[in-house]
T-cell receptor, first 113, second 113 residues
Framework: DTAVSQTPKYLVTQMGNDKSIKCEQN?????MYWYKQDSKKFLKIMFSYNNKELIINETVPNRFSPKSPDKAHLNLHINSLELGDSAVYFC????????????FGNGTRLTVT | AQTVTQSQPEMSVQEAETVTLSCTYD???????LFWYKQPPSRQMILVIRQEAYKQQNATENRFSVYFQKAAKSFSLKISDSQLGDAAMYFCAYRTSYDKVIFGPGTSLSVIP
């Protein structure tokens, strides 16, 4: 059973379109995250939710909107896609507090043309 | 704000030899957690090892061990008996007291047969 699953694995779309990436975890974790990995492999945190509540919101354009319908799901919707949004987007989850490690999904490679 | 630095963008090691990857971080917190993650070409993020800042003992997981110097804010990863499958990007990560996980820029490790 996949612990953290995100779909789709690949997403190719044109500038100006709106797209969503879905993430689900079956680990019973309280906290979920979205990270963006750019072409230089740098991993930057975008958002974090704890039990459906937004707790971390980094400096991200407001075209990006996370939504957490329940603590097992965290989706990412992106409006008006731009070329610079091309990246790999990772979903992750962990237990809140303590030193719990992040468990990552396999990433979604988004290509904007 | 906390930062994580990995000063070696690329490293190489001969198969069966030992290599050490460096990581330094900056924080004003006294209690935190540190991690090393591995990202092979498959882009999957894999936890390698975890260290609790309040524990002086260096963590060890099979061929992987850390050298943790809290006063120097240094957290190095030593890989012994390097194998071809160790070739990957290695990321050092810091978990803050409010569950934000910050990654360093990564070190690309090549293993020479």
């Amino acid at each position: 059973d996949t612990a953290v699953s995100q779909t789709p694995k690949y997403l190719v779309t044109q500038m100006g379109n709106d797209k969503s990436i879905k993430c689900e975890q079956n680990l019973g974790h309280d906290t979920m995250y979205w990270y963006k990995q750019d072409s230089k492999k740098f991993l930057k945190i975008m958002f974090s939710y704890n039990n459906k509540e937004l707790i971390i919101n980094e400096t991200v354009p407001n075209r990006f909107s996370p939504k957490s319908p329940d603590k097992a799901h965290l989706n990412l919707h992106i409006n008006s896609l731009e070329l610079g949004d091309s990246a790999v987007y990772f979903c992750a989850s962990s237990q809140a507090g303590g030193g719990s490690p992040l468990h990552f999904g396999n990433g979604t490679r988004l290509t904007v043309t | 704000a906390q930062t994580v630095t990995q000063s070696q963008p690329e490293m190489s090691v001969q198969e069966a030899e030992t290599v050490t990857l460096s990581c330094t971080y900056d924080t004003s917190e006294s209690d935190y957690y540190l991690f090393w993650y591995k990202q092979p070409p498959s882009r999957q993020m894999i936890l390698v090892i975890r260290q609790e800042a309040y524990k002086q003992q260096n963590a060890t997981e099979n061929r992987f061990s850390v050298y943790f110097q809290k006063a120097a804010k240094s957290f190095s990863l030593k890989i012994s008996d390097s194998q071809l499958g160790d070739a990957a990007m290695y990321f050092c990560a810091y978990r803050t007291s409010y569950d934000k996980v910050i990654f360093g820029p990564g070190t690309s490790l090549s293993v020479i047969p």
